[in-house]
Each structure stands twice: as C-alpha cells, then as structure tokens.
C-alpha cells in the first residue's frame, strides 16, 4: 500500500460528460501529480501541484482541469468527455516538488466513456 | 516528442534467466532514473533508481547500468522468477522542471516457470 488513495476506482460514463477523480496524497506529501495511462500511450503526464500550487504542466488537454486543495487532496476535472478519454487515471504523490526522487503511485481510477 | 525510448515492448524469459530492459533518452538535462514496477491492477511502484553520476547500481536481482554518453541506461533482472512477472517502465526527471517523470512506454515481462 503507496498511502495514495484515488476514489472513485471504476467509473462508467458517457460521452459529453464531466467527471472529477479524487486523490488524497501520503501523509506529509505536498506535490501532487496526475498521470494518464493508455494502452497506445503510456503513461503520460498530465500536470502537477505543490502545495497548493500548479508546478509542473504536460500534456493536459483544456477539457481538462485540476486543483490542489489547502488540506492537500487534489481533484482532477475531465469534461466534453470523449471516447478517447477512456483511461486509468493514476495520482502520485511525494514529499517535495524538488528532484527528490520516488513519487508514490495510487491504485488509479479507471475510466471509461462509452 | 517521446523523450524517453523503451525496448523491447515484451519479453518472455525462462525461470533463472537474465532479463533486459533498454531506455534511450534524449534531454540532457534529466538527472535522475528510476525504474517502476506495475502489476496488474495496481499503481506503479518504484523498483529501483539512479542518478547520472555512477555506471551501476545493483539492488538484489535488480541492477541499472548507465551509460551518460549514450544516453542509455538499462534494467538487469538476474535469476528471473514468475514472481518478476509484471510491466516494467524506465523514467527519467529533471531536477530544476520539478519532480515529475517522463516514463518509457513499458516493457511486459513474462518469465515462464
């Protein structure tokens, strides 16, 4: 066990819907990262939050939207859903936005968009 | 751009054979390496990591070799075990971009008992 929990684990919806996946980090972590992982891609990064701030952006689409909260959970907004949208969606966690080293993997929420 | 470059995409090893797992990376300024385990239905889990200034680093079964002037650094998973069955996933970071990891697209591996 990481100490990353991600609700909801399976969410099934349709298209042109919003969703919001929840992640509370490891206790005393301040960054916050969210990854999509596809089967034609990987594991892509999408954006990260330390300590209330966003640090870090990659591949994150504008239908997408993210925050860190001051108790330091973080949810990730996807709306417009699409089929393509279909993924797990992974939140890591680390102590420091620095280049300490380890992130902490969540289980992963897994989406699909029928 | 995919920065980060891994091969093979799967691989099937016998029980007690040497399993390899190569990355190839472009931005110089990635300093630190970590490979990460996934099993199904699980998030993935830090295997082992280096950092670019030593050429091995041997944890158990599990040794990195880095290779800074060709960009290169690979997985060495010695006596492979059903048990190392899983989805591996080089990485790479850069220090002064935050902490986030550019990861390799995976290698399946599967080691036949």
């Known amino acids: 066990d990481s100490g990353v929990t991600q609700t909801p684990k399976h969410l099934i919806t349709a298209t042109g819907q919003r969703v919001t996946l929840r992640c509370s980090p490891r206790?005393?972590?301040?960054?916050v990262y969210w990854y999509q992982q596809s089967l034609d891609q990987g594991l892509q990064f999408l954006i990260q939050y330390y300590n209330g701030e966003e640090r870090a952006k990659g591949n994150i689409l504008e239908r997408f939207s993210a925050q860190q909260f001051p108790d330091l959970h973080s949810e990730l907004n996807l709306s417009s859903l699409e089929l393509g949208d279909s993924a797990l969606y992974f939140c890591?966690?680390?102590?420091?936005?620095?280049?300490?080293?380890?992130?902490?993997f969540g289980e992963g929420s897994r989406l699909t968009v029928l | 751009q995919q920065q980060v470059k891994q091969s093979p995409q799967s691989l099937i090893v016998q029980k007690g054979g040497i399993s390899i797992i190569n990355c190839a990376y472009e931005?110089?300024?990635?300093?630190?390496f970590p490979w990460y385990q996934q099993f199904p239905g699980k998030g993935p889990a830090l295997l082992i990591a280096i950092r670019p200034d030593v050429s091995e680093k041997k944890e158990g079964r599990f040794t990195i070799s880095f290779n800074k002037s060709a960009k290169q650094f690979s997985l060495h998973i010695m006596d492979s075990q059903p048990g190392d069955s899983a989805t591996y996933f080089c990485a790479a970071s850069n220090g002064n971009a935050g902490n986030m990891l550019t990861f390799g697209g995976g290698t399946r591996l599967m080691v036949k008992p």
């Open positions: 890591a966690s680390s102590f420091s936005g620095q280049n300490t080293g380890e992130l902490f």
């Open positions: 206790s005393g972590d301040l960054s």
């Open positions: 931005n110089t300024a990635f300093d630190y």
